[in-house]
């Protein structure tokens, strides 16, 4: 258990970079390109990893869920890193937090499993604490500005793919190796990514050694290594721990965009933020005690 908790803790801090690198980067490079070029660093890093354990591409047991799960991971990484051009690092990684909500549905819808009143209870928080972020902070001309809420509607739709990625993941966990769920879906993620990169590409500065070195880390650090530490954590811990210890993800991600990128923490950051929080660990707890 403690090699899985050392996991999930790792994921909450290498997370809590996503954001700030790519708001960065986006003085460099356009949205699609941040997204390919992240998502092809983590099929590579996955790859790595796969052929690391004595495994190769033809070892892997090929299945559609594969195929479901690249394609929410192209939704989840092209739209977020759009949706980060028009809203702040503070109030998308908030609101992408219906990611949980989306999973929930999914599996329900999906795989059968039931949903009962704590869960009920859990999705209605988040909803309502996205609601709050959304229209809380900022005078009225703000809040109805087109790139606002633009920004935080695909941020909606990012964290809708993330919960097709995590229902893919979790239909695959019991009979595959990290490497062999993560290379195929986030190598199809890349591909597809990669057309959309190539037809909106974009160099919006010439990148300097800081720049490429931020691209690194978001690839090979941001994304390969935490999701892949995701996978590991969730093979020891139960989903209703493992989901409990990243809930803290959002206030260090917060806590960054405020000391890095100078964003303000507003009323309606902290409410809306506690209120989501708390759905969340609503959702766990009544997982966990599930008859």
């Not at 699609?32 to 998502?39: D, E, N, V």
């Not at 591409?57 to 090929?62: A, E, G, K, M, Y």
């Not at 996205?130 to 500005?145: E, N």
């Amino acid at each position: 258990m403690g090699v899985g908790i050392a996991c999930m803790v790792g994921v909450v801090g290498l997370w809590s970079i996503v954001p700030i690198l790519v708001k960065q980067l986006l003085d460099v490079f356009d949205p699609f390109t941040i997204a390919f070029l992240r998502s092809a660093q983590g099929a590579g890093f996955a790859l790595a990893l796969l052929y690391a354990r004595g495994y190769t591409v033809r070892s892997i047991s090929w299945s559609r869920w594969h195929v479901v799960g690249g394609m929410g991971i192209a939704l989840n990484y092209s739209l977020y890193a759009l949706s980060l051009s028009y809203t702040t690092a503070s109030v998308g990684v908030l609101v992408v937090q219906v990611q949980y909500v989306a999973l929930t549905l999914l599996a329900v819808v999906v795989l059968g499993e039931r949903v009962g009143l704590g869960k009920m209870g859990g999705i209605g928080l988040v909803l309502a604490g996205i609601a709050v972020v959304v229209v809380g902070g900022g005078d009225a001309g703000a809040l109805l500005a087109p790139d606002y809420m633009r920004g935080n509607a695909v941020m909606l739709l990012s964290g809708l793919g993330w919960g097709v990625y995590a229902l893919a993941n979790k239909v695959l966990a019991p009979r595959a190796s990290s490497g062999a769920i993560l290379a195929p879906m986030m190598g199809l993620g890349a591909l597809l990514i990669g057309v959309l990169a190539a037809a909106s590409f974009q160099l919006r500065a010439v990148p300097d050694a800081q720049d490429l070195l931020s691209l690194v880390a978001l690839g090979v650090v941001g994304t390969g290594l935490s999701f892949t530490l995701v996978s590991e954590g969730m093979k020891r811990l139960s989903a209703t721990l493992a989901g409990t210890i990243t809930t803290a993800t959002p206030i260090t991600q917060i806590a960054l965009a405020n000391q890095v990128l100078g964003e303000p923490l507003g009323w309606y950051i902290a409410g809306g933020g506690a209120l989501i929080i708390v759905g969340i660990l609503a959702m766990a707890l009544a997982e966990r005690y599930a008859p």
